[in-house]
T-cell receptor, first 112, second 114 residues
Framework: GDSVTQMEGPVTLSEEAFLTINCTYTATGYPSLFWYVQYPGEGLQLLLK?????DKGSNKGFEATYRKETTSFHLEKGSVQVSDSAVYFC???????????FGGGTRVLVKP | DSGVTQTPKHLITATGQRVTLRCSPR?????VYWYQQSLDQGLQFLIQYYNGEERAKGNILERFSAQQFPDLHSELNLSSLELGDSALYFC?????????????FGPGTRLTVL
């Protein structure tokens, strides 16, 4: 079945450091790929998405590129802030599908 | 604020009881989804409705049921509750439920079964 694997956390960084969270997926066809973020005590918010190979999603300084050849969708941000501390979820929806399949989540803690 | 509302925010109940979780989708969204987030299972899809009809089913237990009403709000009913049902239950909505459609999540209902 479909699955999403992302690096385990927690990831602890200093402010202004570079952040990378690895995400790889297994799915037939051409799924759409998503990154969601969950701030403490809140629901999930869509961070960015990409719907076809080589698409780059970007938002709030975060970027991720849909790599079909490596089945990956790694999340990056060049300079993190304390306010980026959250849990980040990589997810996919299969083409012609509807349910989101999530990775296990990666907790990121940014220290001042 | 995603525009998706869920009530109640917190629910504490005992084993064997039945509870109802409510969700109102964003204005204009026809599709509603329910997800369960627990420490051991992570985030799992439960069920999807589109314009009142069930469209897809995931790992939803037989003790759980859901429906979407004509005004498009949805309810998730959990019965014969067990300790393991303690989790955060999220509702999400999207315009038409397609694969490239963005799902917007509500703040969740935290269920604690004692």
């Amino acid at each position: 079945g479909d699955s999403v694997t992302q690096m385990e956390g927690p990831v602890t960084l200093s402010e202004e450091a570079f952040l990378t969270i690895n995400c790889t997926y297994t799915a037939t066809g051409y799924p759409s790929l998503f990154w969601y973020v969950q701030y403490p005590g809140e629901g999930l918010q869509l961070l960015l998405k990409a719907t076809k190979a080589d698409d780059k999603g970007s938002n709030k300084g975060f970027e991720a590129t849909y790599r079909k050849e490596t089945t990956s969708f790694h999340l990056e941000k060049g300079s993190v802030q304390v306010s980026d501390s959250a849990v980040y979820f990589c997810a996919l929806i299969k083409a012609a599908g509807n349910k989101l399949t999530f990775g296990g989540g990666t907790r990121v803690l940014v220290k001042p | 604020d995603s525009g998706v509302t869920q009530t109640p925010k917190h629910l504490i109940t005992a084993t064997g009881q039945r509870v109802t979780l409510r969700c109102s989708p964003r204005s204009g969204d026809l599709s509603v989804y329910w997800y369960q987030q627990s420490l051991d299972q992570g985030l799992q899809f439960l069920i999807q409705y589109y314009n009142g009809e069930e469209r897809a089913k995931g790992n939803i237990l037989e003790r759980f049921s859901a429906q979407q009403f004509p005004d498009l709000h949805s309810e998730l009913n959990l019965s014969s509750l067990e300790l393991g049902d303690s989790a955060l239950y999220f509702c999400a909505s999207s315009v038409d439920g397609g694969a490239t459609d963005t799902q917007y999540f509500g703040p969740g209902t935290r269920l604690t079964v004692l």
